[in-house]
């Protein structure tokens, strides 16, 4: 329908890196969603065709980008984006001194001058949706779509070398949109792409731009570092430690430690969330950690939930207990008491606990091992004394405990249940309780 209206429709962005890189590189890096640029019509034109075949939504048209779901959509919540060629317009001398305008008419290359990066300013002219097929996957005919690209300013050299470029001047490109220096880090972890020396340099010199979204757009700056954290450690911690190095962690209210020993490879098996703990180190940090993660309004991205916020609560919190126990049975009481305060944690955010303390070289691997079989198995184990399923009243009318010793009975059953010596039954305990001399115990 575009096309039929006189308009070109041409794919831009991360399809087409993502495309090129697995044609130079022979990977598989996943395509999951289409960017694209409409030349030849404006907004209105455009929303007049599109209307026809689904629902627009009116967000994000006065910036020239179109929201829009297909009638036949499996998931009416997911837009394709369609962008409208954007130039811009100088109001005085300095970086900051222009206003962004659409304009149908201009070239790509006006519009790819103001992208970020070289490899993220490619793009490819489709006239069906059938052409998208052929971006998915590397074959024979790949090779025809390459030579059909376009590409004013080399990404594709930069993309088959490896490199990320900021396109033109990196102080006006981070001077438009601050978020880019973090952009600049996580795709350059996540491809494992080299910082070209010029875009460094700049970062090094312009990343205090960032303070300009610093507080309303927090979010927008945690997101693109959290999903930094997304590939393996090997891929980003060159460019943590650079971040590190250059004040920016600082600058983020994270005091970061790179001299802490971590377990990389049981890190590795956890996703991002796991990852940023490490980093910011609840057990480490002064403040308080839900504060602090308020205040910088993290829960709001993409990675970090209500659960994860509560298992750093529970790592700052506990952290002492967790470092003073020094054997398997103390830390499953600690581990119980840990339940018994907070009712909602899960045992797989128990198992979390154990594997954060592994991970930091708070335990060993044989200790982790026991700690996550009970955590996993969940079987009859009680948390605490008081999910035994002999309470205080039986003990003192049939066994004849009293005061405080009602307690001591009681721990010594659940460290017989931890120890698998009994089973937390009634018939089990009171076997056990016939066994030992419970006036000794009255006596001490």
């Known amino acids: 329908g575009i096309c039929d209206s006189g308009g070109e429709v041409y794919v831009v962005g991360g399809a087409i890196r993502n495309f090129l890189y697995n044609y130079f590189h022979e990977t598989n890096k996943k395509i999951k969603d289409f960017d694209f640029l409409v030349r030849l019509l404006n907004a209105n034109q455009l929303e007049d065709v599109l209307i026809k075949y689904g629902m627009v939504k009116e967000v994000g048209k006065s910036f020239g980008i179109i929201l829009f779901v297909p009638h036949d959509a499996h998931n009416p919540n997911t837009f394709i984006e369609f962008a409208l060629p954007r130039i811009e317009e100088s109001t005085g001398p300095g970086y900051r001194d222009f206003i962004v305008i659409t304009d149908c008419l201009t070239t790509l290359d006006n519009d790819f001058s103001r992208r970020d990066a070289t490899i993220n300013a490619i793009g490819y002219r489709i006239y069906s949706l059938n052409d998208l097929s052929s971006l998915t996957s590397i074959d024979d005919k790949s090779k025809n779509i390459v030579d059909k690209l376009i590409d004013p300013f ?13 396109v033109g001047d990196p102080d006006k490109r981070f001077s438009e949109d601050p978020t880019r220096i973090m952009r600049a880090f996580r795709q350059s972890a996540e491809l494992n792409l080299t910082i070209d020396d010029v875009t460094m340099e700049s970062i090094k010199k312009d990343f205090k731009l960032m303070s300009d979204l610093i507080p309303k757009s927090y979010v927008r700056l945690f997101n693109e570092f959290i999903r930094m954290l997304t590939v393996p450690y090997s891929q980003y911690v060159t460019y943590l430690n650079i971040l590190n190095d250059f004040g920016i962690l600082k600058f983020f209210g ?104 592994h991970i930091v070289k708070v335990i060993d691997r044989h200790t982790l091992d026991y700690l996550v079989s009970l955590c996993n198995e969940c079987k009859s184990y009680p948390a605490t004394t008081d999910q035994i399923v002999i309470n205080g009243n039986i003990l003192m009318t049939r066994w004849n405990v009293v005061g405080k010793n009602i307690g001591d009975v009681k721990k010594k059953i659940l460290n017989e249940i931890f120890k698998d010596n009994i089973s937390n039954t009634i018939d089990d305990i009171n076997k056990y309780l016939a066994a030992i001399c419970i006036e000794s115990i009255n006596n001490e």
């Not at 080399?154 to 900021?166: A, E, F, S, T």
């Not at 703990?277 to 504060?291: G, H, L, Y």
């Not at 993660?293 to 506990?318: E, P």
């Open 154 to 166: 080399n990404g594709m050299v930069d993309v088959k070398n490896r490199i990320w470029r900021c």
């Open 254 to 357: 994270i005091d970061y430690d790179c001299s802490d020993e971590i377990n990389i490879q049981a890190l590795d098996e956890f996703n991002c969330y796991m990852k940023f703990a490490v980093i910011i180190r609840p057990d480490k940090m002064e403040s308080d950690i839900k504060k602090w993660i308020h205040d910088r309004q993290i829960s709001a991205t993409q990675y970090i939930n209500s659960d994860h916020i509560l298992f750093f609560v529970i790592i700052q919190k506990y952290w002492r207990q967790f470092t003073q126990t020094d054997n398997k049975y103390d830390m499953l009481v600690l581990l119980g008491s840990m339940h018994q305060q907070y009712k909602n944690v899960s045992f797989v955010m128990t198992t979390d606990v154990v594997w954060y303390l």
